[in-house]
């Protein structure tokens, strides 16, 4: 059974930081494109980042460019997101996604965890 189990959400001042991570378990993690997407009350779910099987390549939205980071773990089957100076429009449910080939659409992944909230207020 495939899990994606997200953590590291919470609330937070804008301006703040705050670091997610994914752990992945009943799954080939290491050849699995990775990525977050996260999903504000009434809106659709965007995507933020992906990262590829072996981290060497990312891809940005445009809402994370330069203020987000996102890397991964094989060997402990984690991926972090890292998210600096953080604005009120962050505040979303964040969740974790696993897919065999890249892409930024909520089609392109399989496996999907819960997600963790996070908060960021003016």
């Known amino acids: 059974q495939v899990q994606l189990v997200e953590s590291g959400g919470g609330s937070v001042q804008a301006g703040g930081s705050l670091r997610l991570s994914c752990a992945a378990s009943g799954l080939a993690f290491s050849m699995y494109v990775m990525a977050w997407f996260r999903q504000a009350p009434g809106k659709e779910r965007e995507f933020v980042v992906g990262i590829s099987q072996r981290g060497q390549n990312t891809n940005y939205g445009d809402s994370a460019k330069g203020r987000f980071t996102i890397s991964r773990n094989n060997a402990k089957n984690t991926v972090i997101l890292q998210m600096n100076n953080l604005k009120p429009e962050d505040t979303a449910v964040y969740y974790c996604?696993?897919?065999?080939?890249?892409?930024?659409?909520?089609?392109?992944?399989?496996?999907w965890g819960q997600g963790t909230q996070v908060t960021v207020s003016s």
């Open positions: 996604a696993g897919g065999l080939a890249p892409g930024s659409r909520f089609v392109d992944y399989k496996y």
